[in-house]
């Protein structure tokens, strides 16, 4: 398996968290500079008692590494991005769909040559984050309001929770760096896909009032759906 490119089974027809992310990582796809774009991670341990060591990790169903890959620093990943989800709650509001609510960190990990190859020594972190959220405030997602928090640098931030102290100390520093984006996110899953999911019908949008404001459904429903959701 090539780790500069693995090899991770896409997910048919993603619901609920994974859809959400997924939109966020469409947008993230205008960092040219990023090789991988993970969704969210799992939470694993290996070893036992004392030799216990916790890592993120993507499934890959290979069968190196037990079938996952660990999200540490490492070169052969490249530049590389993943969530981390936490606090996940639903809400079913009736004849609109199920409110889906949750707090996530953002992790970047990536060599900042790579970014700014002709300058990166004129070039800093803060440079790096701000690309990222002039992405996350500007871009337009269909069902998913997201609300950033704060930003850690910290390794032991970053990956807190985990055994960070397997990383490699040559990716704590330059041209190495990275860094943690903690928010939450409220994702608004359309009752109408379930309805009747053929003939698409893209006008009608749902409106829905949450704690945190109105939020819009902008996903493809059908006339059929449309008409069963004005009769209820």
Not at 43 to 62: H, N, W
Not at 141 to 165: C, H, K, P, T, W
Not at 180 to 207: S, W
Not at 221 to 226: D, P, R, S, Y
Request: glycine share 6%; hydrophobic share 35%; net charge negative.
């Amino acid at each position: 398996m090539s780790y500069n490119n693995p090899s991770i089974p896409a997910k048919s027809n993603p619901k609920l968290i994974d859809a959400a992310l997924n939109q966020v990582n469409s947008l993230l796809s205008q960092l040219t500079w990023l090789n991988n774009r993970f969704g969210k991670c799992e939470d694993l341990i290996d070893g036992k008692g004392r030799e216990e060591k916790r890592f993120p990790a993507v499934y890959t169903g290979s069968k190196n590494d037990k079938g996952y890959l660990r999200l540490f620093p490492d070169s052969r990943l490249g530049n590389f991005t993943y969530f981390y989800v936490t606090n996940q709650n639903i809400k079913v509001i009736p004849h609109q769909g199920q409110l889906i609510t949750f707090d996530f960190g953002l992790i970047f990990w990536f060599n900042i040559e790579d970014i700014y190859p002709s300058d990166y020594k004129n070039k800093s972190i803060e440079n790096v984050k701000s690309e990222v959220i002039d992405i996350l405030n500007v871009g337009v997602m269909s069902d998913v309001m997201i609300r950033l928090n704060n930003i850690q640098e910290l390794a032991s931030d970053i990956y807190r929770g985990f055994s960070f102290s397997e990383i490699d100390n040559q990716f704590l520093m330059r041209p190495y760096s990275g860094f943690r984006i903690n928010g939450n996110m409220r994702y608004l899953e359309p009752i109408c896909e379930a309805v009747q999911p053929e003939l698409p019908f893209d006008v009608y949008k749902n409106r829905v009032e949450t704690d945190g404001g109105v939020m819009y459904s902008t996903r493809n429903c059908t006339e059929g759906a449309i008409n069963k959701l004005i009769e209820l």
